[in-house]
């Protein structure tokens, strides 16, 4: 063997990007604004698909006692996609909404609307029932695909609204007999049927999905992606993953492989990246674009296990790291911190574990050396993006990590571009503080039928986070604060005007502010301060149970402060939500 030195990470992404190899990019121009793009890609999700044809000797799925193998997912896919052009008539474009917890049916109903061109609508699965028909009306879904709580939780809205149903497991949670207009999702996902001829035709600008996510005005907005977006950021990690690879190779190897990849053939076939296959335990729920997007889709390129949970409880996945020797764990910061203090974690073995990875809501930086010392032998990893970029912006892991536990990491290579601007749109410099933008070509196409909501968050290209950050002379980006109005509760975004607005619904209440307030489980949770109308009189549990009947659960406030006094306002009239944050955070020490 050769003595030369290992590549940089910046001489491996020179390599990986070399013209004719599989992850060359080039420059394109996308609705008039210029991106970065993979030029070999995959042009659409079907096509993603059918690459896992490499991996068809191992299992794709596992949930409980249930295991499915690539082939199995792909014929499945194939069969529902057939029943939904033959007998309900989908066309590309069609909108179906998703609305079930996480499910094999999930993921094979995702692949089927999309394979065909047709645009899946993920709904959250811990809305309410006028939460979930927003979703429906808003995206103008045609044909909605549920588990049997969702679809007992809408029937009534169902009705009203003539949406024809299929339902998983509808004998699962109790369920009886299903009423007329609503079929069994079961039998149309058997035969031997062929995808229909209409997936050829799909475009990588063609929409593939609608993703509502909560900002900080009233009711959630539809994130609309293209298939380029989708499977762009499905490439990123599988670049990012390459890249740390080529960084541990002997030269001798990496000239090998460099060879293979001028070639056009595909990295992951080459003997030098035929690794054992991996496991990741799929923690998130699937309809969260981190869930999708990080723990579902990229299997289709790695050939990972995916090991289902049906809700997340850290005892359950302690047991099933054992059974099924998980190499992978991802979720919101909470979960990793969950299953390391858990009181089975000393009983369970965990040696399989190689990475501890967490995104959508900040980990605190005390966690970061703990939870090495807790599993040594993995590699804790956190990032930050957004629905409106497919989980993409920036990354950090191993010693970077270790050693910058408060940064969210650089740019995630080879297409992601990240920037900081002054409120007048200047361009800021090495650790000043400003709005985080982020450019690349998995950002959203627009918001579903908010073209001014559109206009003040892309900007020729960028999109306009709300979040402020520095980043420092390396490159290594830190969050420093907010400034859009919500509250990111274990990774879910919750909108404080929505919630206000239910609060302002209660007669007793005249006026009333919501905000974050510090939660050391969840990073934040929610607050609010209500002014009571005069002479009302109604307590803090009234006002939980009046939210709950509206919104879903994790929108429900932790913490309310009732009083008689007008609330504190600022200079413009709004309210000072600072003052009132700080407030809430003293009482609650």
């Known amino acids: 063997m050769s003595d030369a030195p290992k590549l940089t990470q910046e001489q491996a992404i020179e390599v990986l ?16 604004v210029e991106f970065s793009v993979f030029e070999n890609a995959p042009r659409n999700l ?18 409980e006692d249930e295991r499915y193998s690539y082939p199995e997912a792909r014929q499945r896919m194939a069969n529902l996609a057939h029943r939904l052009v033959q007998d309900y008539g989908v066309k590309r474009g069609d909108r179906v909404a998703l609305a079930m917890r996480n499910y094999p049916e999930w993921c094979f109903g995702y692949m089927a609307v999309t394979a065909i061109g047709a645009v899946i609508v993920p709904l959250n699965a811990w809305w309410q029932a006028s939460e979930l028909r927003y979703g429906l009306e808003d995206s103008g879904a045609r044909l909605l695909l549920a588990d049997r709580e969702r679809f007992d939780r809408l029937a009534p809205e169902l009705r009203e609204l003539g949406l024809p149903a299929l339902v998983a497991r509808p004998h699962a949670e109790g369920g009886g007999p299903l009423p007329e207009g609503a079929v069994d999702m079961g039998p149309l996902l058997e035969g031997e049927h062929r995808l229909p001829e209409q997936h050829a035709a799909v475009e990588p600008d063609d929409d593939a999905s609608i993703m509502y996510t909560s900002g900080s005005t009233g009711h959630p907005k539809g994130v609309v992606s293209t298939h380029r977006a989708v499977v762009s950021a ?3 990690w599988e670049f990012v993953m390459m890249a740390r690879v080529l960084t541990e190779l002997p030269a001798e190897v990496v000239e090998r492989v460099r060879g293979w990849l001028s070639q056009g053939r595909d990295a992951l076939s080459n003997s030098a990246f035929k690794m054992p296959q991996r496991t990741a335990l799929n923690t998130l729920p699937l309809f969260h674009v981190t869930g ?16 289902m949970m049906h809700k997340w409880n850290p005892e359950r996945a302690l047991e099933l790291i054992e059974r099924e020797k998980v190499t992978d764990f991802g979720g919101v910061p909470t979960m990793s911190w969950d299953l390391v203090n858990s009181p089975d974690f000393a009983k369970r073995d965990t040696s399989s574990l190689q990475s501890l990875s967490a995104g959508g809501a900040a980990r605190p930086p005390d966690q970061v050396g703990k939870l090495k010392q807790k599993v040594q032998q993995a590699a804790p990893s956190t990032g930050y993006g957004m629905t409106e970029t497919n989980s993409l912006g920036s990354a950090i892991g191993g010693d970077d990590y270790l050693m910058r536990p408060a940064s969210v990491g650089r740019a995630l290579p080879p297409l992601v571009e990240l920037e900081v601007l002054d409120e007048s749109g200047g361009r800021l410099g090495v650790d000043q503080e400003g709005e985080i933008r982020i450019k690349s070509a998995t950002n959203m196409r627009c918001y579903w039928n908010r073209p001014e909501a559109t206009a003040e968050t892309l900007d020729d290209g960028w999109i306009r986070t709300g979040d402020l950050g520095r980043i420092d002379a390396e490159g290594f980006l830190f969050i420093t604060g907010r400034a859009k109005d919500i509250v990111i509760r274990g990774g879910e975004n919750i909108s404080c005007p929505e919630v206000e607005h239910a609060l302002h619904e209660h007669p007793a209440v005249f006026e009333a502010a919501v905000y974050a307030v510090p939660d ?7 607050g609010a301060t209500v002014m009571l109308a005069p002479g009302a009189e109604v307590d803090a549990q009234s006002l939980q149970l009046h939210v709950a009947e509206r919104l879903a659960k994790f929108k429900v406030p932790s913490h309310i402060e009732i009083q008689r006094e007008p609330l504190p306002r600022i200079a413009s009239g709004k309210f000072d939500k600072l003052t009132l944050k700080r407030a809430a955070a003293a009482r609650l020490v």
Do not use: M
Not at 48 to 56: F, K, M
Not at 520 to 526: D, I, N, P
């Open 17 to 32: 990007t070399a013209p004719g190899s599989l992850y060359a990019t080039a420059r394109r121009s996308i609705a008039g």
């Open 46 to 63: 079907g096509e993603l698909y059918a690459l896992s044809c490499r991996h068809d000797d191992r299992t794709f799925l596992v949930y």
């Open 234 to 236: 499905v490439f990123t």
């Open 292 to 307: 999708c997007n990080v723990q579902f889709l990229p299997a289709f390129r790695n050939g990972r296990k995916i090991v």
């Open 520 to 526: 050391k489980r969840l990073g934040e949770a929610v």
